[in-house]
């Protein structure tokens, strides 16, 4: 690992959220390895991640992939985060799952071997991409979904003028949903038009995504339904190999998904099943969408056996955003420097968690007054309503938890790793 200032030098990712590399002591000397979040050695607002908390959660889904015996393939996009890939990947993690082109060009770049393409690719320059990482390293593993016969063929067309071979999952998609297939009259078409393609397409399994519904029955019954394709398309010998790849699971429902996993591949005996789950946001938390997923989990009671004790636990939020207070022009009302520029607002507000004053030691930072409450957000501010009688003071440091990880994370160029002091341990750069 580069040492921490050459790493920030070397950065593209400007100023925002870490020290003053502007200062020409702390560029000469090693001040910038000492930077403590509570110390003020770090500008505000800044993003940080807690090491400890990344690697219980690492643990958790590892216990939670053993025990429903499924394969992980993390969706990068939650974090764009390099040194996370390969935190993930180097705990046993099967691959990266991956949005667009671009994102697999940065895994791949990153050292990651194999990665699934939630999306279909699309476009000659996109397609373009993935060619030239193939032709860099034949050994790369790419995956990405099909659902339409134009797509197919725009696939085919490209890498058999390459002399490549590209390997897809067939999409499937509840009516009103996203991208994927509806029904057996689309998947006959998409299936017949593959075919034709044998020499340049293999279809290696079949994939959904469950989020876009949101009641657990009708999300039992399309991961049922979708799963019951598969008999189909053994039969119409559609698959390259007797092993066949089933994925699915976001963030909120990967506990369902993994459970109706377990009890198809109990009844199929068509071939071997490779389940590979792609939940992104574990390692981060989403402190809206894990609640429901958290009495889930705790009610199947899956920590009863040692090795799987850490499954009495729950999942933790890593992710902090921290700001100043900047004013508090109202009796009831305090501004916080940090706004939509800096966290996402599009899932809920940010929510309040630790409170520290600078100057004090730092053991005197505490959690914050419960009735603290984000009620508006504009570009670089937040409205906090507090009590009048509350002991806050503009210059106070204030650590909020977030909702959707995702469409925060694309915020920072710089995520500062912590350690249980709120030390600096590392800068992870983004690749967003």
């Known amino acids: 690992m580069l040492h921490l200032k050459e790493k920030l030098l070397k950065s593209n990712g400007g100023f925002k959220g870490i020290g003053n590399l502007l200062s020409v002591e702390e560029i000469k000397t090693e001040h910038c390895t000492e930077w403590n979040i509570l110390k003020e050695n770090v500008s505000l607002p800044t993003a940080s991640l807690s090491e ?22 993390p969706h990068g996009k939650t974090t764009m985060l390099p040194d996370i890939f390969k935190l993930q990947v180097s705990s046993g993690c099967w691959g990266i799952t991956l949005a667009t082109a671009h994102q697999v060009a940065v895994a791949f770049k990153s050292g990651v071997k194999r990665t699934i393409l939630a999306n279909q690719l699309v476009g000659n320059c996109n397609m373009d991409i993935i060619s030239s ?32 071979k590209i390997k897809v999952l067939l999409e ?3 009516v009103g949903g996203r991208t994927g297939i509806r029904n057996e009259a689309q998947e006959t078409s998409v299936v017949k038009e593959l075919q034709m393609w044998n020499d340049t397409i293999s ?6 995504f469950e989020g876009i519904l949101k009641e657990e029955k009708e999300i039992r019954e399309f991961i ?47 071939g071997t099943l490779q389940k590979i789950l792609r939940s992104g946001c574990y390692l981060i938390y989403d402190i809206g969408l894990y609640e429901k997923v958290e009495k889930r989990v705790l009610e199947m009671k899956l920590g009863r056996e040692n090795q799987f004790s850490i499954l009495n636990e729950t999942l933790k939020p890593s ?29 809920g507000y940010p929510v309040p968690y630790l409170h520290f004053r600078p100057g004090n030691s730092s053991d005197s930072i505490c959690k ?41 994370m694309d915020k920072w160029k710089n995520v500062l790793l912590i350690d249980d002091d709120f030390n600096v341990i590392d800068v992870l750069n983004s690749g967003f």
């Open 52 to 73: 400890s908390i990344l690697k219980h959660n690492q643990l958790w889904m590892q216990k939670f992939s053993e025990k429903f015996e499924f394969q992980l393939a």
């Open 133 to 164: 990482i193939l032709h860099a390293d034949p050994d790369f593993e790419f995956i990405c979904v099909v659902d339409s016969v134009r797509n197919v063929a725009q696939l085919g067309k490209f890498f058999s003028e390459r002399n490549q």
């Open 172 to 174: 499937y998609g509840p």
């Open 203 to 208: 279809l290696v399994g079949i994939e959904f």
């Open 224 to 270: 049922r339904w979708t799963l019951s394709r598969i008999e189909s398309l053994v039969n119409l010998k559609a698959f390259s190999s007797t092993n066949v790849i089933i994925t699915g699971a976001g963030t909120s429902w990967f506990d369902v998904v993994a459970e109706e996993f377990q009890k198809f591949e109990q009844t199929f005996s068509a």
């Open 319 to 347: 992710l902090k955003i921290w700001a100043y207070v900047h004013s508090i022009p109202e009796s009831d009302l305090a501004i916080i420097g940090m706004g939509r520029r800096d966290v996402a607002t599009d899932s």
């Open 368 to 408: 914050v007054n419960d009735l603290w409450k984000i009620f508006h957000m504009m570009d670089q501010h937040a409205y906090m309503r507090i009590n009048k009688t509350d002991d806050i003071q503009v210059g106070d440091i204030l650590s909020f938890d977030i909702y959707h990880p995702c469409t925060t």
